[in-house]
Each structure stands twice: as structure tokens, then as C-alpha cells.
């Protein structure tokens, strides 16, 4: 009996042995599947976070994507608005042009009248001139039997003239020119300031001596004569302080002939040349005169 109770309990610590050896065994395996695990779901969560990183990454791409084609849309409404503009502007310029080159034009058919008729007229002055001189010629010829006090006379003028110094200060020649203008003795100012003009070619005030002569002209009213000296001056003299002032008495002097067309042309280049000189006002005042009476 107790051999059979010392077998048993052999037997049964036998199981006990071989038990405890199998849940060891079933241990280490639990723990090395639960190692496993752990290493899977830490692989698991990085895949994950590179997963949700690359996610993130895209869909900012996607915003960057559609922020770009937002722009690029409104960058083509914005092209498309100056597109319009620039195709507006076109057609502004292209009509301001028309209206430029044909303005351009008209005013060059007036300039060209204004010549030709400016030439018609230095030739009606030359030929004046030439029927004065030549009447002068007539009545200072002399006569047969010459009165010898008249002789003496001439020679005593001669002898006075001879001894009268000539003036080589070009101001002095200038103011003596001006007074005799003042002094309304036109014909001998236009001698002294053309005698000027040839003594003192290159003075400042050459243009002025060229402007005097003209205004000696028109006090005369003869503006046949006028418009021609003006217009010497400013052919001449283009940069004279007194070319606005001649194109404006050159403008009335075709008024006071009856060419209110001629007298318009002049009247209008004075106010686009010289917009800011008180010529340009007169002459906006006269032209305004002109169109208040139907002046053509």
C-alpha cells in the first residue's frame, strides 16, 4: 500500500513536473508573442504616422494646388480686364491720331496759304517800293536851271551831314532809332533801325530793331508792309522775346485787310505756340470777337 501511495505520488510530481515545464513553456511563448505584438504595433503606429505625415503633406500640397489655381484664375480675369482696357485705349489712340493727323493736315493747308499769300504780298510791297523809289528819284532829279540858294543849301546840308559823328554804340544807335518811333517820325526810325540791323548784325537786339520796323509799318497803316517785316522777324529771328508780339500784329494786320481767314491761322498758331504770353490772351480775345460777330 505504501508503495503504491510512493508510485502514485511519484507519478502525480512527475505530472506536476512536466506541467509546470509546459506552462513555462506556454509563459515564454506568451511573452514572446506579446514582445511581438508590441514590436508590430509600434511598427504599426510609425507606418501609421508616416501614413497620416504623407497624408498631411498631400493635402497641403492639394491646398497649395488649389490655391494656385485660384490665383491663376483670378490672374486671368485680371489679364482678361487689361486686355479690355489696352484694346479701349487702342481704339482711343487710333481716334485721337485721325483727329491729330488731319488737324496736322488742315493746319498745314493754312500755313501754306498764309506763305502764299505772304509772298503775293512781299511782292506787292517790292513793287511799291520800287514805284516809290523810283518816284523819289523823279522828284529829287535835278532841274535845268538849279537856284543857287538851293545849291547852297544842299552843300551846307552835305557839310552838316558830313560832320554829324556816326554812332558805333549799338545802344545809342538803338535808343536814337526808338526815339525817332516815339516821335512818330516812322520813315526815318525804319532807316535807323535797319541801319542798326546792318551796322550791329549779331546784337541782341537785332530781333527788336527787326520788330520796330515793322510796327513803324503798321502806324502807318500800311500793313501790306507790316505783315511782311513781322514775318522777317520771325523767319529771322525765331527765338525773339518780340515773336509772339509779331505774330499778333501780324494776325491784325490781315484783320485790317479784310483776310479774316489768314488773320484766324496766325491768330491760332500764336495761341498753340506761345500758349502762356499775354500775346496768346490777346489773341483768344480777338479770336472770341471774331466768332461773337460770325467773322469767317
Known sequence: MKRFILILVLFLAGCVTDELAVMKADINQLKKDSYDIKKE??????????????????????????????????????VSGISKDLQSLTGRFDENKYFIDKSLKDKSSEMDLLRSQITALETQVKEIQTKLS????????????????????????????AKTPEIKDPAKAYEA??????????????????????EFPKDKLAGNAQFWIAEAYYAEEDYAGAIVEYDALLKNYPSSEKAPGALLKQGYSFIEMGDKKAARGILEQLKEKYPKSKEAALAKKKLEEM??????
Do not use: C, H
Open 134 to 161: 523810283s518816284k523819289t528819284d523823279t522828284d529829287t532829279a535835278p532841274k535845268d536851271k538849279p537856284d543857287v540858294k538851293d545849291v547852297k543849301k544842299e552843300k551846307k546840308s552835305e557839310t552838316e551831314e
Open 177 to 198: 532809332a526808338y526815339a525817332s518811333f516815339k516821335n512818330k517820325k516812322y520813315k526815318e526810325a525804319r532807316e535807323k533801325f535797319d541801319a542798326f540791323q546792318k
Open 41 to 78: 504595433t509600434s511598427e504599426t503606429k510609425s507606418a501609421f504616422k508616416t501614413e497620416i505625415a504623407d497624408i498631411k503633406e498631400k493635402s497641403a500640397k492639394e491646398d497649395s494646388l488649389n490655391a494656385i489655381r485660384e490665383s491663376m484664375v483670378s490672374l486671368r480675369s485680371e
Open 291 to 296: 466768332n461773337k460777330k460770325g467773322q469767317k
